[in-house]
């Protein structure tokens, strides 16, 4: 009985959390948006690889058990996520995403939760690009509406940049020898580099830092803080660490390499 009242209360409180978003059956999930395309933070796997799986899901697992909901995932194409947020559809957004100042007008970032770079795929035994510079005029495939994108725009030119919905046909274009390179986060970088190795080369020019966070419904000071919360729990009992090691790949240290040669 006990349980029972204590749960009904968790439950009651976590509607009210969320009836601030305004999503329909908010009673019942804690629903993250994702593209389960941006592998190691979301991707399919899993029994029969249906499920998604991946480091932001094991973080939107943990910040669900503080909400006290259970996690519902939807997949949708990476340019969809705010507006699904906006619009009440999902909860929160965890897609390997960039806080960015344009981005926050219009959603609000948790605490940062990763820190990121863009690297340059090419088809191994092409020229290397050895300065940013180097992408001028040539072309680029990129996953649209990310910062990615926003990089190789501003590189290469915006009639040399060819957009995709998915970062696997991004990298595709240029393994079909369609475009030069493609800009695209370092962890999936490595991930597809290491999958397609004898066809690709990762290379890392000096882009700047970028931070992932997790992005909520503007104005939903509840959630934010249960989220902030979660992280801060998670990077203090060593589950943070432990996902690490569980999901993403460790990048080569550049000043190892350059001491090996
Ligand atoms: N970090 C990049 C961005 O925020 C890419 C994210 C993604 O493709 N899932 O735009």
Redesign the pocket.
């Known amino acids: 009985m006990k349980t029972f009242l204590y749960g009904s209360l968790a439950v009651v409180a976590a509607a009210a959390l969320l009836g601030a978003c305004g999503r329909q059956d908010s009673t019942t999930y804690l629903v993250m948006g994702t593209?389960a395309?941006?592998p190691p933070?979301?991707m399919r796997g899993g029994p029969g690889g249906t499920k998604v799986v991946g480091f932001d899901v094991e973080v939107a697992k943990a910040i669900a058990a503080k909400v006290g909901l259970p996690l519902k995932i939807e997949d949708m194409k990476?340019d969809s996520l705010l507006p699904a947020l906006d619009a009440g559809k999902v909860d929160m957004v965890l897609?390997?995403?960039?806080i960015?100042p344009d981005r926050a007008r219009n959603v609000d970032f948790s605490a940062p939760y990763y820190k990121?770079t863009q690297v340059v795929l090419i088809r191994k035994g092409d020229p290397a690009p050895t300065r940013k510079e180097d992408l001028q005029g040539r072309t680029v495939a990129v996953?649209l509406?990310?910062?990615?994108?926003?990089v190789a725009v501003e590189l290469a030119g915006q009639e040399n940049v060819r957009q995709f919905t998915s970062?696997m046909d991004a990298v595709v274009e240029l393994m079909n020898t369609k475009v030069d390179f493609v800009v695209?986060?370092e962890q999936?970088a490595i991930n597809f580099q290491k999958r397609n190795a004898p066809d690709l080369d990762l290379v890392r020019l000096a882009f700047a830092d970028?931070f992932?966070g997790v992005a909520v419904k503007k104005g939903n000071a509840e959630l934010l803080a249960r989220v902030n919360e979660a992280l801060a729990e998670i990077v203090a009992d060593g589950r943070y660490d432990q996902f690490v090691d569980q999901w993403l790949i460790q990048a080569p240290d550049p000043a190892a390499e350059t001491a090996a040669e």
Request: net charge negative; aromatic share 16%.
């Open positions: 593209n395309e941006f933070f979301e990476f897609a390997g995403m960039t960015t990121a996953q509406g990310t910062t990615g994108a926003g970062t695209i986060d999936p970028e992932y």
